[in-house]
């Protein structure tokens, strides 16, 4: 079975940090594009940033650019998310997926203001 498990998501203050982890298990993901998502309430769902399992291809949304870095730890089968200088308007469910095949049950990121 096939599973994408979200952690680290929690209530920050605007200018703090959190750190995302997206276990992966039940196939091999070395083909995928691994994908963090997030979706605000009244939003549709949009993509935050996306890495090939390899590493070599690593692309961001604009808004998150300089303040978001995703990585992997392949021996883990997990990619992370690390979230600095949040702002309020950062706040959302994340979600991990695998290609747009595979998806998490997302996590929630609340930044106060």
């Known amino acids: 079975q096939v599973r994408l498990v979200e952690s680290g998501g929690g209530l920050v203050q605007a200018g703090g940090s959190l750190r995302l982890s997206c276990v992966a298990s039940?196939?091999?993901?070395?083909?995928?594009?691994m994908g963090w998502f997030r979706q605000a309430p009244g939003k549709e769902r949009e993509l935050v940033g996306a890495?090939?399992?390899?590493?070599?291809?690593?692309v961001y949304t604009d808004s998150v650019k300089g303040r978001f870095t995703i990585s992997r730890d392949n021996a883990k089968n997990t990619v992370y998310l690390q979230m600095n200088s949040l702002k309020p308007e950062d706040t959302a469910v994340y979600y991990c997926?695998?290609?747009?095949?595979?998806w998490g049950q997302g996590t929630q990121v609340t930044v106060s203001s």
């Open positions: 890495i090939r399992w390899s590493g070599s291809s690593i």
């Open positions: 997926a695998a290609g747009t095949e595979y």
């Open positions: 039940g196939r091999t993901f070395n083909n995928y594009v």
